[in-house]
């Protein structure tokens, strides 16, 4: 099998997940998530972790746990707990040991993920020395990068409709469970869901501070949705896609080239 390594990134809440999935089962594919949060075991509903969304069986590797979501392996998701770092060299260095061994299978990696330095990391080859200085050096196989591309008021749709969901799931319970624990300022540090759901918590609850808090939230998520776009938008290497046939046919056409 040649060495190819297709990615899927784009906002949050524009549907990478779900087309990785369906791509993956496709194409013989397995799943590497490219996600900063979801390596922690303890984050899951407000992370976002695909384990909260589908049925899900877990067993170990020695890439440490994989999760099978309908019929595909993921790999990269609760590799480590709250009181553990995480940098995006040791990001790097996880994800190519772990091609090296799906390659070696037959499998096709797909590395799914909206944390675009995670994805920038692995494609381009940074070799991270320091004082937070990167070199990129060309990775010895060829990759594709396909971002998830929707209008803009249809994705604040989706993503207001997705906090709703995530409030009723029992965000709110992970994060004050999570406060309980001891983990207060490790939260605020992990950013919008997590540092937004603190300081309500710690502000006092009420009816009217949790609308606030809700509206607060899809706000600062719409914000970061237009982060996530920008990182890519200059980019003349990568595919924007606006539907799964979309990207399924430019997945094929990559691969069989």
């Known amino acids: 099998m040649s060495r190819k390594l297709i990615a899927i990134s784009g906002p949050t809440a524009s549907g990478k997940s779900g087309w990785g999935i369906q791509l993956a089962q496709a194409v013989n594919g397995v799943i590497i998530c490219a996600d900063s949060r979801t390596v922690y075991r303890e984050l899951n509903i407000g992370a976002g972790?695909?384990?909260?969304?589908?049925?899900?069986?877990?067993?170990?590797?020695?890439?440490?746990?994989?999760?099978?979501?309908?019929?595909?392996?993921?790999?990269?998701?609760?590799l480590l707990g709250l009181d553990e770092t995480f940098t995006v060299g040791q990001f790097q260095h996880y994800v190519y040991g772990l091609l090296s061994l799906l390659?070696?299978?037959?499998?096709?990696?797909?590395?799914?993920?909206?944390?675009?330095l995670y994805v920038s990391a692995v494609?381009?080859?940074?070799?991270?020395?320091?004082?937070?200085?990167?070199?990129?050096?060309?990775?010895?196989?060829?990759?594709?990068?396909?971002?998830?591309?929707?209008?803009?008021?249809?994705?604040?749709?989706?993503?207001?409709?997705?906090?709703?969901?995530?409030?009723?799931?029992?965000?709110v319970e992970e994060v004050r469970a999570l406060i309980d624990q001891g983990w207060t300022e490790r939260l605020k540090a992990l950013g919008l869901e997590y540092r937004v759901l603190t300081k309500y918590l710690l502000g006092g609850e009420s009816s009217e501070a949790q609308e606030a808090m809700v509206a607060r939230l899809k706000g600062e998520i719409h914000a970061y949705a237009?982060?996530?776009?920008?990182?890519?938008?200059?980019?003349?290497?990568?595919?924007?896609?606006?539907?799964?046939?979309?990207?399924?046919?430019?997945?094929?056409?990559?691969?069989?080239?």
Request: aromatic share 12%.
């Open 226 to 257: 237009r982060r996530q776009l920008t990182w890519w938008r200059h980019r003349s290497d990568v595919s924007w896609i606006s539907s799964y046939t979309e990207l399924e046919a430019k997945a094929r056409q990559f691969l069989a080239t």
């Open 49 to 78: 972790k695909v384990t909260t969304e589908y049925p899900t069986t877990w067993r170990q590797s020695p890439f440490g746990p994989v999760a099978t979501v309908e019929g595909v392996d993921h790999y990269g998701l609760n």
């Open 123 to 171: 494609i381009e080859g940074y070799t991270f020395g320091g004082r937070g200085h990167r070199v990129r050096q060309r990775p010895d196989f060829f990759s594709r990068v396909f971002v998830v591309n929707r209008p803009r008021q249809e994705l604040y749709q989706r993503i207001d409709q997705r906090v709703d969901g995530r409030v009723a799931q029992g965000m």
């Open 103 to 116: 390659w070696s299978h037959g499998k096709q990696p797909i590395l799914v993920g909206g944390t675009g």
